[in-house]
C-alpha cells in the first residue's frame, strides 16, 4: 500500500481544515460530522510538503454498483483538495494516478468521481457517463392527480428517522429491479445520508401495511425539490405525487431531480408548462478491464470474437488487443497478440460505449472512435440499451 495514506486523527484533521480552506466552507457540526464519516470508510490519501504541511489529499470511498444485475466493486473518488501555495505542482495528479494503482492492485473494476474539470480527468482515464434531468413546474400548473384507489396511506416525516424503512425498501427494489449503475447503498453510506441532508420523507404504505414506495425531497425557500423517487406500483405513484403536489399553497414551484437524462415532460397534459433541463453530472472509468468485460451483462449470450485494441495511459494493465466471444452462455475474455488492429478504442471511449451512455454509431460517425461498421454492428447487439442512472454524489 501507499505511503501517501493518512492514518491517524491530527492528519484527518489538518485534511478536514485544508477542505473547509479549498472549498470556501464554514467548519459546522452537522459538516464536520458527514466528512468525518467518510473517513471511517474511505482510504484517506494525502501528499506533504517538505516542510511537513498537507499539500493535497482525496479520498477514496468503497462502494458496490449494480449494473443491470451484475455487482461491481468500485471506489469513488471526492474531495480532491490543494492548498493554494501547494498549486500547480502536480500533487493532486500524482495521488490520483496512486489511488488508481491501488484500486487495480485491490481488485476494484470501476470509479466514479465528481469533476470540477471534465477534461482534467479525462487525463486520467474517465468520462462522462451519468447526466440528470431536472424539470421545474411552477405551482400554479400543477396538474391535477386523482388516484385511482385509496387503499394506501402516507407517512410523513424526517430521513433519519424513518431510515430502516427506507433502506429496506430501496434494497428490496434493487434486489427486485437492479439498477443501470447506481449504487447498493450500504448501511454507513445511508447514515451518511440521513447526517449530510436534512430531506423530508414521505412513505406510501399499501393496504397490507408494507412500504409501496417513497419521496426524498427538501424544501428551500420557495422550493421543493424532490431528490429520490422510488414505488413498487401505480398507486403508490399516484399518492406520493399527489401528496407532493398538495404543497402548492406552501412553494412556488416544484423541481424534481432526476437520474435519468431521458425526456419524460411528454407524460404532461401542457409539455409547455414544465422546464426541462439535462445536466452533466458524473464521470466513470473501467479500473479492471478483464473483470469488467468478463462479467459484462451482454444482450446476447452467444457471439463471435470480437477484437478491440485499447489504450489505457494510467493503468497499463488495461493496454492492449482484448478478443471477447461468447458460447453456450459462457464468455471469455483474452488479451491476444495483434498488429494493424483496425478497431481502437480509448479507455474512457470504451466506459462511455459500454456504460451505454452515447450512441457507438454515433460516436463512430462524428471520429471520435475508431470503428469499422460492423464493428458498429455487433457492439450495439451487445452493450447495455438506455443510458446509466446514478442518484448518489461523492
Known amino acids: 500500500m501507499t505511503n501517501d495514506l493518512l492514518q491517524n486523527p491530527s492528519e484527518f484533521e489538518e485534511f478536514y481544515q485544508l477542505y473547509l480552506y479549498t472549498f470556501n466552507n464554514p467548519d459546522t457540526s452537522q459538516r464536520r460530522a458527514y466528512f468525518f464519516k467518510r473517513c471511517e470508510h474511505a482510504l484517506v490519501y494525502g501528499k506533504k510538503t ?3 504541511s498537507l499539500a493535497s489529499g ?5 462502494f458496490e454498483v449494480d449494473f443491470h444485475g451484475t455487482r461491481y466493486q468500485t471506489k469513488g473518488i471526492c474531495d480532491v483538495t490543494t492548498a493554494p501555495e501547494a498549486s500547480g505542482q502536480g500533487h493532486a495528479s500524482n495521488l490520483l494516478q496512486t489511488a488508481l494503482e491501488d484500486m487495480a492492485k485491490q481488485g476494484t473494476t470501476l470509479s466514479y468521481l465528481a469533476p470540477f474539470s471534465f477534461k482534467f480527468y479525462r487525463r486520467f482515464g474517465y468520462e462522462h457517463v451519468f447526466d440528470h434531468c431536472k424539470y421545474t413546474l411552477e405551482s400554479s400548473q400543477v396538474p391535477q392527480i386523482k388516484p385511482k384507489e385509496n387503499s394506501h396511506h402516507i407517512k410523513r416525516g424526517m430521513l433519519q428517522d424513518n431510515l430502516p424503512t427506507v433502506a429496506d425498501f430501496y434494497a428490496r427494489l434493487v434486489k427486485k429491479d437492479g439498477l443501470s449503475g447506481g449504487l447498493v447503498r450500504a448501511k454507513w453510506w445511508w447514515e451518511y445520508l440521513s447526517i449530510k441532508n436534512t430531506w423530508h420523507c414521505a412513505l406510501d404504505f399499501d393496504d397490507r401495511r408494507q412500504v409501496a414506495g ?3 425531497y427538501e424544501i428551500q425557500s420557495d422550493n421543493l425539490i424532490v431528490k429520490e423517487f422510488l414505488f ?5 405513484y399516484q399518492n406520493l405525487l399527489t401528496f407532493i403536489f398538495a404543497h402548492q399553497n406552501t412553494v412556488e414551484s416544484f423541481v424534481f431531480d432526476t437520474p435519468t437524462p431521458t425526456y419524460h415532460g411528454n407524460l404532461l397534459t401542457e409539455p409547455r408548462n414544465v422546464q426541462c433541463v439535462i445536466e452533466p453530472y458524473m464521470m466513470a472509468r473501467i479500473v479492471d478491464l478483464r473483470d469488467f468485460l468478463v462479467r459484462y451483462p451482454y444482450q446476447k449470450s452467444n457471439f463471435e470474437p470480437l477484437r478491440l485494441a485499447v489504450t489505457d495511459e494510467n493503468l497499463p494493465a488495461n493496454n492492449g488487443v482484448w478478443e471477447i466471444a461468447a458460447s453456450g452462455q459462457k464468455v471469455t475474455v483474452k488479451r491476444v497478440n495483434g498488429t494493424n488492429v483496425p478497431d481502437k478504442l480509448t479507455i474512457q471511449q470504451l466506459t462511455k460505449i459500454f456504460f ?3 450512441s457507438v454509431r454515433l460516436l463512430a460517425a462524428t471520429g471520435t472512435v475508431t470503428l469499422r461498421p460492423e464493428t ?3 457492439l450495439e447487439q ?8 446514478l442518484v448518489d454524489y461523492f
Open 50 to 52: 517538505a516542510t511537513g
Open 58 to 62: 482525496l479520498l477514496s470511498l468503497p
Open 214 to 216: 417513497y419521496i426524498l
Open 232 to 236: 413498487d406500483d401505480p398507486i403508490a
Open 356 to 358: 451505454g451512455a452515447g
Open 376 to 378: 458498429v454492428n455487433a
Open 382 to 389: 451487445l452493450i447495455v440499451p438506455g443510458p446509466p442512472e
